[in-house]
């Protein structure tokens, strides 16, 4: 069975994943998606995951085809629309590698890495607030002191020393 395929916008194309993956039809998935992966045109393939169940064969298949992809330079982000195709991506440890999202939209962000475009107004991180709160007059602030009942666990104990 052929996958279905559409262009989302001139840089993502979306390619539909509508069964499951098996011992069967492995290696003309595998192929399908490695024929749709452009050598030039769009930066960015989605697979949309349109199936409850991910097998192991199907992880193999998606990190085989980012693999090749990334050779190509390519970006590949997955759509899990079900939340065990969450949980089986999550316990493989594989959110990041294959750049996963719940929707479309979320996983074109996540091809572009979640930056805001080159319009959007960016907010002063965390090290532009550290800069505002401390100025080179103020005193150090004094270490950190550990409390609790296992405090004094990290200090080197000598007898009769302390």
Request: proline residues 10%; glycine residues 6%; contains cysteine.
């Amino acid at each position: 069975m052929p996958l279905l395929s559409y262009r989302l916008d001139e840089s993502h194309l979306v390619v539909e994943l509508c069964e499951v993956v098996d011992l069967d039809n492995e290696s003309a998935i595998e192929q399908e998606l490695l024929t749709l992966l452009p050598c030039c045109g769009p930066s960015t393939v989605i697979v949309d995951v349109l199936t409850p169940l991910l097998t192991p064969r199907a992880l193999g298949v998606l990190l085989r085809v980012r693999g090749e992809a990334e050779q190509r330079r390519v970006s590949i982000a997955v759509v899990a629309r079900y939340e065990t195709t969450r949980e089986v991506l999550s316990a493989a440890a594989l959110n990041r590698v294959l750049r996963v999202a719940y929707s479309l939209q979320g996983a074109g962000l996540r091809s572009r890495g979640c930056r805001p475009g080159t319009g959007a107004p960016r907010r002063g991180g965390l090290r532009q607030l550290l800069e505002q709160r401390i100025t080179p007059s103020d005193p150090a602030p004094p270490p950190p002191r550990a409390v609790g009942p296992y405090a004094d666990t990290s200090l080197p104990r000598f007898p009769r020393m302390r």
